[in-house]
């Protein structure tokens, strides 16, 4: 079970709960090609951003497996939302997650998804005492792949034309790291 203490603070970033508030920064992101290009779903209007921050908003914490917990990743000099961290706690018995992060892309570049990426990995092994933690892209997404690479994940897979995507057949990447690994690191 993982109940953050609220804000989770790095070194330029705050990650905090989502609000009604945000909607705006929600939209703003969730609208653009560029962003949804290897996700699962098409840019969303504004009522289909409002219904996502309102799952989002419910996301705070993980008390059993199967749950996600999603966190606005806040600028903390500026107090703007700049996109979402996600940490997925897949499986208690094999003690399983995964994390993801979706950044507006006027803020790509900065080395902020690795700070987003660094601080689910905390919360995962630190706070949820999980034993492995992966993330899955798009095989295309190689900005995504660099990060996960930054934060001594391996790739363990590449498999090939995995699932239908928006028309068409992709291929998925899986990054994986352990907790053994992640804590000889730092």
């Given at each position: 079970?993982?109940?953050?203490?609220?804000?989770?603070?790095?070194d330029?970033?705050?990650?905090?709960?989502?609000?009604?508030?945000?909607?705006?920064?929600?939209?703003?992101?969730?609208?653009?090609?560029?962003?949804?290009?290897?996700l699962?779903?098409?840019?969303?209007?504004?009522?289909?951003?409002?219904?996502?921050?309102?799952?989002?908003?419910?996301?705070?914490?993980?008390?059993?497996?199967?749950?996600?917990?999603s966190?606005?990743?806040?600028?903390?000099?500026?107090?703007?939302?700049?996109?979402?961290?996600?940490?997925?706690?897949?499986?208690?018995?094999?003690?399983?997650?995964?994390?993801?992060?979706?950044?507006?892309?006027?803020?790509?570049?900065?080395?902020?998804?690795?700070?987003?990426?660094?601080?689910?990995?905390?919360?995962?092994?630190?706070?949820?005492?999980?034993?492995?933690?992966?993330?899955?892209?798009?095989?295309?997404?190689?900005?995504?792949?660099?990060?996960?690479?930054?934060?001594?994940?391996?790739?363990e897979?590449?498999?090939?034309?995995?699932?239908?995507?928006?028309?068409?057949?992709?291929?998925?990447?899986?990054?994986?790291?352990?907790?053994?690994?992640?804590?000889?690191?730092?």
């Amino acid at each position: 079970m993982l109940k953050p203490s609220y804000p989770i603070r790095t070194d330029r970033l705050i990650l905090r709960p989502f609000t009604p508030g945000d909607l705006d920064a929600v939209y703003a992101m969730q609208s653009l090609p560029e962003v949804t290009r290897y996700l699962y779903w098409e840019p969303r209007d504004r009522e289909q951003a409002r219904e996502a921050l309102e799952t989002k908003i419910t996301q705070v914490a993980l008390l059993d497996e199967g749950q996600a917990l999603s966190l606005a990743v806040e600028i903390a000099d500026t107090g703007e939302v700049i996109g979402d961290g996600l940490l997925f706690w897949h499986s208690r018995t094999h003690r399983a997650g995964e994390i993801g992060y979706v950044l507006h892309p006027g803020h790509h570049g900065k080395g902020y998804a690795t700070e987003v990426g660094r601080a689910l990995l905390e919360l995962g092994f630190d706070g949820l005492g999980l034993h492995r933690i992966t993330g899955r892209l798009d095989a295309r997404n190689t900005a995504s792949a660099r990060v996960l690479q930054r934060l001594g994940m391996r790739r363990e897979a590449h498999l090939v034309q995995n699932e239908w995507v928006k028309g068409e057949w992709t291929d998925e990447l899986i990054y994986a790291i352990l907790h053994h690994e992640w804590r000889n690191r730092r």
